[in-house]
């Protein structure tokens, strides 16, 4: 919310200034880190009540070579390190402020003692992935906005070809892996500090209706997230919890009503739910769950998929 808020301009309060947006007021140079400072402090402020909560993507290197996968870095730093380094570790990431220097505001000491582990659990909000190259050692014909002064070039496609499956989103891209490298990036970085998918979801267009209630690319998409975050498990993550977004069809920030993320179709004009293909097996798939083992039942792409006649049979 503050690189959209405030770098680009894209959401409220719509603050930016060029080359990073076209907004009447602002300075994504200077105001991204005081609204960040200030968002960090209020965190710190009111810990036993607030739950933090990260909308991210994994990011992989465009190129096999080392420039790009330092942009890696520097682009997860921006991304994730910004927020939470401070409530755990009680400062801004070295990498952060390497590059952004005196235009970083400081911590005080008092300050930096409230901060760090002044958070019970990280909440992660993982959809998609992408591809960074390195615009800080080579040329770069654009350099994405969102991520600053991180320098990359972020881009779904490596030499034409998709990261992922492409769906409704031109950014969107349904990346598997990305759950279980993200989940360990946290992991590693914050010593196993307890997690929870917060957020995890495939957008559809609106169509015809028959087209929508069937809809397989979700199945396919949520099957491949939970398989890949059971990997993670399995490694040692300490992750809590899931949660998918979102039960219904909603008002989607930006989208408005032209994407739909629930399990359930809503009618907007008549606001009749109806459960969606995806809803009947993933309560085939929770329920399977109650019967087998404690945690998240194995799944894989192939064998994980009810048929549509045994789905509508649930």
């Given at each position: 919310?503050?690189?959209?808020?405030?770098?680009?301009?894209?959401y409220p309060p719509g603050r930016c200034s060029y080359p990073f947006g076209d907004c009447q007021a602002g300075d994504s140079e200077i105001e991204p880190y005081l609204a960040a400072h200030n968002v960090i402090l209020s965190h710190?402020?009111?810990?036993?009540?607030?739950?933090?909560?990260?909308?991210?993507?994994?990011?992989?290197?465009?190129?096999?070579?080392?420039?790009?996968?330092?942009?890696?870095?520097?682009?997860?730093?921006?991304?994730?390190?910004?927020?939470?380094?401070?409530?755990?570790?009680?400062?801004?990431?070295?990498?952060?402020?390497?590059?952004?220097?005196?235009?970083?505001?400081?911590?005080?000491?008092?300050?930096?003692?409230?901060?760090?582990?002044?958070?019970?659990?990280?909440?992660?909000?993982?959809?998609?992935?992408?591809?960074?190259?390195?615009?800080?050692?080579?040329?770069?014909?654009?350099?994405?906005?969102?991520?600053?002064?991180?320098?990359?070039?972020?881009?779904?496609?490596?030499?034409?070809?998709?990261?992922?499956?492409?769906?409704?989103?031109?950014?969107?891209?349904?990346?598997?892996?990305?759950?279980?490298?993200?989940?360990?990036?946290?992991?590693?970085?914050?010593?196993?500090?307890?997690?929870?998918?917060?957020?995890?979801?495939?957008?559809?267009?609106?169509?015809?209706?028959?087209?929508?209630?069937?809809?397989?690319?979700?199945?396919?998409?949520?099957?491949?997230?939970?398989?890949?975050?059971?990997?993670?498990?399995?490694?040692?993550?300490?992750?809590?919890?899931?949660?998918?977004?979102?039960?219904?069809?909603?008002?989607?920030?930006?989208?408005?009503?032209?994407?739909?993320?629930?399990?359930?179709?809503?009618?907007?004009?008549?606001?009749?739910?109806?459960?969606?293909?995806?809803?009947?097996?993933?309560?085939?798939?929770?329920?399977?769950?109650?019967?087998?083992?404690?945690?998240?039942?194995?799944?894989?792409?192939?064998?994980?998929?009810?048929?549509?006649?045994?789905?509508?049979?649930?």
């Amino acid at each position: 919310m503050v690189a959209s808020g405030y770098i680009i301009g894209t959401y409220p309060p719509g603050r930016c200034s060029y080359p990073f947006g076209d907004c009447q007021a602002g300075d994504s140079e200077i105001e991204p880190y005081l609204a960040a400072h200030n968002v960090i402090l209020s965190h710190a402020a009111a810990s036993d009540i607030y739950r933090r909560k990260y909308k991210s993507s994994w990011i992989e290197p465009l190129r096999d070579i080392p420039v790009d996968r330092w942009a890696v870095q520097r682009a997860q730093a921006f991304q994730i390190a910004w927020f939470v380094d401070p409530v755990v570790y009680g400062d801004y990431p070295p990498e952060i402020r390497q590059l952004v220097g005196s235009r970083l505001p400081t911590f005080t000491t008092e300050q930096r003692e409230k901060l760090r582990s002044s958070l019970d659990f990280i909440g992660i909000n993982q959809y998609t992935s992408f591809y960074v190259k390195d615009c800080m050692f080579t040329p770069c014909n654009s350099i994405d906005s969102f991520l600053g002064d991180a320098l990359v070039y972020r881009t779904g496609e490596r030499d034409g070809i998709p990261i992922g499956e492409p769906t409704v989103e031109s950014t969107f891209y349904d990346v598997p892996s990305g759950m279980e490298k993200m989940v360990m990036y946290y992991k590693k970085r914050y010593n196993n500090t307890p997690m929870f998918i917060t957020e995890n979801g495939y957008p559809q267009g609106n169509g015809v209706v028959a087209d929508v209630l069937n809809d397989t690319s979700r199945i396919n998409y949520l099957q491949g997230y939970l398989a890949s975050l059971a990997v993670a498990l399995r490694k040692g993550a300490d992750v809590r919890g899931y949660f998918i977004w979102s039960l219904v069809d909603n008002f989607e920030m930006l989208y408005g009503y032209t994407i739909r993320f629930g399990l359930h179709y809503v009618d907007y004009t008549t606001l009749e739910r109806t459960p969606k293909l995806s809803a009947k097996w993933y309560k085939q798939f929770l329920a399977e769950g109650k019967e087998s083992k404690p945690g998240i039942k194995l799944l894989n792409r192939t064998s994980i998929m009810p048929t549509a006649e045994r789905m509508y049979d649930v």
